[in-house]
T-cell receptor
Framework: GAVVSQHPSRVICKSGTSVKIECRSL??????MFWYRQFPKQSLMLMAT?????????EQGVEKDKFLINHASLTLSTLTVTSAHPEDSSFYIC???????????????FGPGTRLTVT | EDQVTQSPEALRLQEGESSSLNCSYT??????LFWYRQDPGKGPEFLFT???AGEEKEKERLKATLTKKESFLHITAPKPEDSATYLC???????????FGTGTRLQVFP
């Protein structure tokens, strides 16, 4: 249980174009999803928290007009990188919050990640 | 400020050579401490959640323990397939956010 998928796994786009990344919870409903980015040999940095049916909450320093997040259903959140530039090249990972095996506390389960390269 | 520090940064072990990874943390009221495994180019894979000091959890060759200041991930008789980066994260009581450490890169040689 608690499987999260992401699509696409890799994408290359030209500078100035927009790219959409999908994050799906496959076997559970996720009212809350999270978007992270990870640079080589660095840890995960939270970009935003996505709540179903409401606006995302962005971390300090993350441009909300550049990284558009939509969480339209209980199993799907999307991240759109608008007007992408080479410095946006990174590994983007989503996670979804689900009840742990004990049924008492929430845990975060991660997708496989999306490698974005902007040329 | 909530903070997570992992050590060592990198660890090389011979197959069968047991060792421990450390995760020191400061957090304003701990809700949970999480251990993940991350392979290159992949998302983190959930391993354990620990909620209170004294708690221990095991899975195959891995055992996680928790005190009020730190957590250890003990690896017993590791195999080459245990090679990965191990990430520790904490969650404070009043938030859904996870604060991650920078990870320990483990390499196990046959």
């Amino acid at each position: 249980g608690a499987v999260v998928s992401q699509h696409p796994s890799r994408v290359i786009c030209k500078s100035g174009t927009s790219v959409k990344i999908e994050c799906r919870s496959l076997d559970f409903q996720a009212t809350t999803m999270f978007w992270y980015r990870q640079f080589p040999k660095q840890s995960l940095m939270l970009m935003a928290t996505s709540n179903e049916g409401s606006k995302a909450t962005y971390e300090q320093g993350v441009e909300k007009d550049k990284f558009l997040i939509n969480h339209a259903s209980l199993t799907l959140s999307t991240l759109t990188v608008t007007s992408a530039h080479p410095e946006d090249s990174s590994f983007y990972i989503c996670s979804a919050r689900a009840l742990g095996s004990g049924g008492q506390y929430y845990e975060q389960y991660f997708g496989p990640g999306t490698r974005l390269t902007v040329t | 400020e909530d903070q997570v520090t992992q050590s060592p940064e990198a660890l090389r072990l011979q197959e069968g050579e047991s060792s421990s990874l450390n995760c020191s943390y400061t957090v304003s009221g701990l809700r949970g401490l999480f251990w993940y495994r991350q392979d290159p180019g992949k998302g983190p894979e959930f391993l354990f959640t620990l909620y209170s000091a004294g708690e221990e959890k095991e899975k195959e060759r891995l055992k996680a323990t928790l005190t009020k200041k730190e957590s250890f991930l003990h690896i017993t008789a590791p195999k080459p397939e245990d090679s990965a980066t191990y990430l520790c994260a904490v969650q404070a009581r009043d938030t859904d956010k996870l604060i991650f450490g920078t990870g320990t890169r483990l390499q196990v040689f046959p």
